[in-house]
């Protein structure tokens, strides 16, 4: 059974930092692409930073940019999304969704994933 597990979320400051955490198991982590997903109250789920699986490439949204830093570990089955210099606007809920896909970027759409955790908040306050 494939489970995605995040973690890491929490209230923080402007200008603070988180560090997310996504577990997987069940399947060939080393294979499958990785993007995080953020959806904020009201508003659509947007895709913040994706890793491929072959060559670790990264992408980043606008938004998060210069900001956020996306990692994998393939040893240890995770997925990391590195978030400073926090911002209100970046208080959301955070998913990371997998899947065996030879190229993803921000903008792959959420179908795309078979895979999802469960979520974790993030509050981010002025």
């Known amino acids: 059974e494939v489970q995605l597990v995040e973690s890491g979320g929490g209230s923080v400051q402007a200008g603070g930092s988180l560090r997310l955490s996504c577990a997987a198991s069940?399947?060939?982590?080393?294979?499958?692409?990785i993007m995080w997903y953020r959806q904020a109250p009201g508003k659509e789920r947007e895709g913040v930073a994706s890793i491929t699986s072959r060559y670790s490439r990264t992408y980043y949204s606008d938004s998060v940019a210069g900001r956020f830093t996306i990692s994998r570990d393939d040893a240890k089955n995770t997925v990391f999304l590195q978030m400073n210099d926090l911002r209100s606007e970046d208080t959301a809920i955070y998913y990371c969704?997998?899947?065996?896909?030879?190229?993803?970027?921000?903008?792959?759409?959420?179908?795309?994933?078979?895979?999802w955790g469960q979520g974790t908040q993030v509050t981010v306050s002025s």
């Open positions: 069940g399947f060939g982590f080393d294979d499958f692409a």
């Open positions: 969704a997998a899947d065996f896909l030879d190229y993803i970027n921000t903008h792959t759409d959420e179908t795309a994933f078979r895979y």
